[in-house]
């Protein structure tokens, strides 16, 4: 049976990391870190994850405010609302929860908040310097799933990867941090032989990717989209997939894209759904807030600093 990565139990470790971080930051005559989440319109879902955040962050000593806006807001007047929020010195960090609505350019509204700001990593200066291995902000899925690797000691130096998705938030920076050199400047790489899949990819193609692979990242939404005789054994998975379905009970569940029961039996290592990068996609965010605070009131009021990372 595969060894179970446990999100909750890491996060819950990072989130003591850092409630004793933050609390020797504001001992040094810091003000606490400060979050804004921005919520556009009436979404259950979204509602759920920015309380989840508020509520952990306000657990470690950051002050979060969740700022609500009708579905009727125009593009203009919330990039507007974000810009002030850029510039007030006493906020750290903003993070825009997606998705926006329909009539909105989520792309405009994303490159409205000010990149040592952008908590989400989802501005394309974040998204650039990433890229090209300079310090920046990483999106918090992505970011949780390499946090996990790392501390569940997940070997990944010439190791072959599969990642199961190619979005510019989970995908792409999965893949990025995954093949890039350790040596270079934001010290993220894991030197990785990476091939990234998407919905075009033949279903038996995507199996032959997979049986290949030491490392297999899925973030489709397509429920049980990885099966057992895809994974090589001794393999790690890694589940990113968040799907609402009703069970055969006709009560709702959350499952993500791999057949759990099955794949427990022949990977190395797998992430459950729930309780696996969800939990840690929080924690990342939190430690974002934490980085940006730290960047922006040492630039404010330069002096020496404890490195807290």
């Excluded at 996060?11 to 921005?38: M, Q, Y």
């Excluded at 270079?184 to 997979?210: S, W």
């Excluded at 022949?266 to 605070?293: D, R």
Aim: aromatic content about 4%.
């Amino acid at each position: 049976m595969a060894r179970i990565l446990d999100g909750n139990a890491l996060a819950a470790t990072v989130k003591d990391e850092l409630k004793d971080k933050i609390e020797n930051w504001v001992n040094l005559g810091n003000r606490a870190p400060s979050l804004r989440c921005i919520l556009v319109g009436e979404d259950r879902g979204s509602e759920t994850y920015v309380n989840n955040i508020k509520r952990a962050a306000s657990n470690i000593g950051i002050n979060t405010q969740v700022l609500k806006y009708e579905s009727t807001i125009t593009e203009a007047q919330l990039i507007q609302e974000i810009k002030t929020l850029n510039d007030d010195g006493t906020v750290d960090a903003i993070l825009i929860q997606l998705p926006v609505p329909e009539t909105m350019n989520e792309r405009n509204v994303c490159n409205a908040v000010a990149p040592e700001k952008d908590v989400d990593g989802f501005h394309i200066v974040n998204i650039g310097q990433l890229c090209v291995d300079m310090p920046s902000f990483v999106p918090a899925t992505a970011l949780a799933v390499i946090e996990i690797l790392k501390r569940s000691e997940i070997e990944t130096f010439g190791r072959n990867a599969v990642v199961a998705n190619r979005s510019k938030n989970i995908g792409l920076p999965i893949a990025m941090i995954l093949h890039s050199d350790k040596r270079h400047e934001n010290g993220l790489g894991m030197d990785a032989t990476v091939t990234i899949c998407h919905r075009y990819t033949p279903p038996e193609q995507l199996k032959v990717f997979c049986l290949n692979a030491d490392i297999v990242i899925t973030a489709t939404g397509i429920p049980k989209l990885i099966k057992a005789d895809m994974i090589k054994p001794g393999a790690t998975v890694i589940d990113v997939g968040l799907t609402r379905v009703i069970d055969e009970n006709g009560k709702p569940r959350f499952v993500g894209d791999v057949d759990y029961e099955e794949v427990v039996k022949v990977a190395g290592a797998v992430t459950p759904v729930p309780g696996g990068v969800g939990p840690m996609t929080v924690a990342m965010l939190l430690q974002n807030t934490f980085q940006a605070a730290m960047q922006l009131q040492e630039k404010a009021q330069p002096k020496e600093f404890e490195d807290f990372f």
